[in-house]
């Protein structure tokens, strides 16, 4: 699976749109882009996944780059209860002893403020 | 949709003894479930991949021996830590992909955080 960078921390006002970076720029064609998150001594939330093209769902918006070298979760109205980690993560399922194995990094650590 | 639940939510113990803990998918069938285990500060570390009706498959450094895996239906799978020590006290985490869905959507229960005295 391609390495993912993500800043370790980012700080987003309340209302406001926050905007999540990852780099993969060593993506293969066939991996999807997924992204979860955790809130404190919580087990982990699915959020979005994407190959190519943009997606929307009710809680995000994930924006990926035409060569699919990085991409953008965007959380469009912050909430307090959005602080989080939030981890993007690079799969192919290629089945066999690989399938569903996801590696969680070090994620990005949101702290949504007032 | 897509809730998995997990029982207990903490548990202490003393160390020598063994502790279940129960993953439960409650409007889905799972045909694969995962255990993780995450320590303080740290990300979660994947531990097994569990299928219903067969023998789990453990992830290298994890002792299956220790880390006794059930996954008799597609709803339900336990974990069993057997004779636990200080060590063991970690937050453990299940989770399930639908059947038919894509596996790496996974679904995550709240976690159980166990402390081996």
């Known amino acids: 699976d391609a390495k993912t960078t993500q800043p370790p921390s980012m700080d987003c006002a309340e209302g406001r749109a926050a905007n999540l970076p990852c780099n993969h720029s060593?993506?293969?064609?066939?991996?999807?882009v997924y992204w979860y998150r955790q809130i404190h001594s919580q087990g982990p939330q699915y959020i979005i996944h994407?190959?190519?093209n943009n997606e929307t769902n009710e809680m995000a918006s994930l924006i990926i780059t035409e060569d699919r070298k990085s991409s953008t979760l965007i959380l469009p109205h912050a909430t307090l209860r959005d602080t989080a980690v939030y981890y993007c993560?690079?799969?192919?399922?290629?089945?066999?002893?690989?399938?569903?194995?996801?590696?969680f990094g070090q994620g990005t650590i949101l702290t949504v403020h007032p | 949709g897509a809730v998995v639940s997990q029982h207990p939510s903490w548990v202490i113990c003393k160390s020598g003894t063994s502790v279940k803990i129960e993953c439960r998918s409650l409007?889905?069938?799972?045909?694969?479930m995962f255990w993780y285990r995450q320590f303080p500060k740290q990300s979660l570390m994947l531990m097994a991949t569990?299928?219903?009706?067969?023998?789990?498959?453990?992830e290298q450094g994890v002792e299956k021996d220790k880390f006794l895996i059930n996954h008799a239906s597609l709803t339900l799978s336990t974990l069993t830590v057997t004779s636990a020590h200080p060590e063991d006290s970690s937050f453990y985490i299940c989770?399930?992909?639908?059947?038919?869905?894509?596996?790496?959507?996974?679904?995550f229960g709240p976690g159980t955080r166990l402390t081996v005295l």
């Open positions: 989770s399930a992909s639908r059947a038919g869905g894509q596996p790496d959507t996974q679904y």
């Open positions: 060593t993506i293969s064609g066939n991996e999807y």
């Open positions: 994407g190959l190519k």
């Open positions: 993560i690079v799969r192919f399922n290629a089945g066999g002893t690989s399938y569903g194995k996801l590696t």
């Open positions: 409007d889905f069938q799972a045909t694969t």
């Open positions: 569990s299928n219903e009706g067969s023998k789990a498959t453990y």
